[in-house]
């Protein structure tokens, strides 16, 4: 069984910064790409960041310049520093990984965490 484990967020006040973080476990033989994606209530799940195995970013024009995504390939774990947050940025955020596992390529996701950033 492979999951993925978040920790971070929480409230903040408008310009301040929170840190999410992601570990993945289990029989993982690879992981190509990891990253997260957020959705606001009654909107569709959208894509912050993510990063590949040898680094390259990819930021949603929303949170470039504010958000920095970072990867630890030996510890399988990806980290999301938010700085300079906005009310819009409120969401349940979610790891995502892409990775090679006993049953092939798969798609894993974690189980969400709350990020609320008060005006």
Do not use: H
């Not at 993945?24 to 992981?31: E, H, L, M």
């Not at 994606?37 to 909107?43: D, E, I």
């Amino acid at each position: 069984q492979v999951e993925l484990v978040e920790s971070g967020g929480g409230l903040v006040q408008a310009g301040g910064s929170l840190r999410l973080s992601c570990a993945a476990s289990g029989s993982i033989f690879s992981i190509k790409f990891m990253g997260w994606y957020r959705q606001a209530p009654g909107k569709q799940r959208e894509l912050v960041a993510t990063i590949g195995s040898g680094g390259s970013t990819l930021y949603a024009d929303s949170v470039k310049g504010r958000f920095t995504i970072s990867r630890d390939n030996a510890k399988n774990t990806v980290d999301l520093q938010m700085n300079n947050l906005k009310p819009e940025d409120t969401g349940a955020y979610y790891c995502y990984a892409r990775i090679i596992a006993t049953m092939g390529l798969t798609d894993i996701w974690g189980q969400g965490t709350q990020v609320t950033v008060s005006s």
